[in-house]
């Protein structure tokens, strides 16, 4: 990891780094404000709101459930953006990229590792009772593989590949018999992911469960997720393309159509997050598409950049502030901040002004590097 003081004028599109950290302040703290505004003001509507700000319990689709892959499918854009053939360069000008993108992946397992067991715990000696599946391992696989079909094939051949890997992990969940268990189930215990997370995960499986929700041939499919995103990036930075708007109404078609498919799909495949299955790869790439265009729209066509610039600062640094909520209490930290302010409001507005601060104390931080241009990458 490396912090860099470098003046960066334009490192991506500001759309991007805006719907990152759109992406990730609902993970830091923005969640709770409906549970907040629901309290405060007793209207229903903030119910089904709060609902969205879940998890599903098994088969089914929230908002809560696209964070993840909309993270990946924007590392993925990012790829696509400036994409380069290393295999037709000398191995001596590969090499630093190939030294980067392995340090990538290995700091990104080993912070996912001590993200899983943080909050003053620490990760075990025995190296039979730690957790190696994590959030960030799933991203650094998913990136890796998507940076190495970019870097040494062709979009055809990438295409051909992203396809292959939704066909055939869906064929695997629905035909391929494993011992003990029967193909075509999307059980947590009685999956072909099960077997598999059970008998060659290394470590343990989040909660001693029999599935791991970033286990072993769940991570095959993130992979799609950013090969999504690279097309799409492929697309955004096409010169003969027929003006901006053109690209934003292509991506919001192109975004329902998969979106539509997933759903399709899902009668056959169910939409799981835990399972990743391929018909949600295509629900959460639809929505990924769409997003982008809404925010490659305001902010980089319309340039109505001061809407977006709170998100910009989040996105800067995304990765470091997630990591740090594994390590700091950013709840202590607001309640020692701004407890006095919080207070004041009414019993009922609690929870609202309790949220407002924990998102306002990560912020500021997250405001101050980014005004002395300290952007910590990976």
Known sequence: ????????PKRRLMSLDALRGFDMFWILGGEALFAGLLAWTSWQGWQWADAQMQHSQWHGFTFYDLIFPLFIFLSGVALGLSPKRLDRLPMAKRMPLYIHSIKRLLLLLFFGVLYNHGWGTGAPTAIDEVRYASVLGRIAFAWFFAAMLVWHTSLRTQIFVTLGILLGYGFAQLFVPFPGGTAGVFTPQGSINAYFDTHYLPGITYQNRPLDPEGLLSTIPAIANAMAGVFVGHFIVK??????WFKVA?????????????WLLNMIIPVNKDLWTSSFVLVTTGWSIILLAVFYGIVDVLKWQIIAFPFVIIGCNAIIIYLSSSLIDWKYTAQSVFGGVVNAFPSSAHGLAAAVALLLVQWLLLFWMYKRDIFIKV
């Not at 990891?1 to 960066?8: D, F, G, I, L, R």
């Not at 010169?239 to 901006?244: C, Q, R, S, W, Y």
């Not at 292509?250 to 997933?262: E, F, Q, R, T």
């Open 1 to 8: 990891m490396e912090a860099t003081q470098a003046k960066v």
């Open 239 to 244: 010169d003969h393309i027929k003006g901006e």
């Open 250 to 262: 292509s991506m919001l078609l192109v975004g329902s159509l998969v979106l539509a498919s997933g």
